[in-house]
Nanobody, 126 residues
């Protein structure tokens, strides 16, 4: 049974930092591209970052480029999202997801991802 669990969310002041973690068990983690998505209240889910199975390729949405860094540890079956210089507009539920196909390139489309966590809330106060 596949289980994806995010952690690390919380309340932070603008300009602060948070590090999100995601653990994915029950699948061939080292063959899966992993993505981070977020959804703010009243808005559509947004693909913000992605890292390929080997960590050799990454993607960042313009909204987070230069502030967020994605990384992974295949031995621990974990993917991370370091978030710096946080802004109130970063407030959202953050989700981690694994692609359906193995060894695929990064995608910011939720349709490419098959296994999702329950999300972790990030709130940035001004």
């Amino acid at each position: 049974q596949v289980q994806v669990v995010e952690s690390g969310g919380g309340l932070v002041q603008a300009g602060g930092s948070l590090r999100l973690s995601c653990t994915a068990n029950g699948l061939d983690f080292d063959a899966r591209t992993m993505g981070w998505f977020r959804q703010a209240l009243g808005k559509e889910r947004e693909g913000i970052s992605c890292i390929t199975w080997s960590g050799g390729s990454t993607y960042y949405a313009d909204s987070v480029k230069g502030r967020f860094t994605i990384s992974r540890d295949n031995a621990k079956k974990q993917v991370y999202l370091q978030m710096n210089s946080l802004k109130p507009e970063d407030t959202a539920m953050y989700y981690c997801a694994s692609t359906r196909a193995v060894y695929r390139s990064c995608s910011d489309s939720s349709s490419a991802y098959d296994y999702w966590g329950q999300g972790t809330q990030v709130t940035v106060s001004s």
